[in-house]
Structure formats: structure tokens, C-alpha cells
Nanobody, 124 residues
Framework: QVQLVESGGGLVQAGDSLRLSCAAS????????MGWFRQAPGKEREFVAS????????YYADSVKGRFTISRDNAKNTVYLQMNSLKPEDTAVYYC?????????????????WGQGTQVTVSS
């Protein structure tokens, strides 16, 4: 079992930056690929970024490529999402997810564990 706790969300203006953190506890963090997903009101949950256990492989949604960076610190059992040049359309609840295994799939159904989410609101 893995427990995930997100933090770092908030209300910012367009063009600002935020860094989300996801602290994991439970089983060995390095055995899990990690992902960030988001869900805006009235929309389905969508993939944002994912990272393999070794950080050697990362994927990004086209909508965030070049603006967001996913990283992890296995010594701290934490995964991060650095979000720059934020846009109003980035407004959503952001969820951290973990899956057993190394490969960082982009499909949410591949992930076994989910955090409670953190709200990010970007005003224009």
C-alpha cells in the first residue's frame, strides 16, 4: 500500500509559477512510476506528466510540454511538478498517482494509488 499526499496548490495569476509536491509513504518509493493528472470541473481526469522510477523516462501532455517539468527525489520519497507560465486553462484539481513498476504510462487506469488532490486556480 502506498499513501500519497499532494501539496503546493493555490491561486495564482496567469504567467505565474507553482511547484506541486507529492509525498509518498508506505512501500519502497523506487519501485513505483509516478504520474500527475488533473481534473477540471465538468471534465474528465486527464494526463499531465509521468516519470519512471529512475527518472530516465518522462512524458508530458502536449498542453503542458515546455511549461511543466516532472521530477522526483527518491531519497525524499517525493515527486514534483514544476509549473511555469501558468494559464487559466490549467485550472484544475491536480492528482498524484503511483503504479507498481517502472514504466510511466499515461493512462490513469494504469495507476494503483491516488492522492486526494490539490487545487490549482489560475486567474486571467
Amino acid at each position: 500500500q502506498v499513501q500519497l499526499v499532494e501539496s503546493g496548490g493555490g491561486l495564482v495569476q496567469a504567467g505565474d509559477s507553482l511547484r506541486l509536491s507529492c509525498a509518498a509513504s508506505g512501500r519502497t518509493f523506487t519501485q513505483y512510476a509516478m504520474g500527475w493528472f488533473r481534473q477540471a470541473p465538468g471534465k474528465e481526469r486527464e494526463f499531465v506528466a509521468s516519470i519512471s522510477w529512475s527518472s530516465g523516462t518522462t512524458y508530458y501532455a502536449d498542453s503542458v510540454k515546455g511549461r511543466f517539468t516532472i521530477s522526483r527525489d527518491n531519497a525524499k520519497n517525493t515527486v514534483y511538478l514544476q509549473m511555469n507560465s501558468l494559464k487559466p486553462e490549467d485550472t484544475a484539481v491536480y492528482y498524484c498517482a503511483a503504479r507498481s513498476g517502472s514504466y510511466p504510462y499515461i493512462a490513469p487506469e494504469r495507476y494503483n494509488y491516488w492522492g486526494q488532490g490539490t487545487q490549482v486556480t489560475v486567474s486571467s
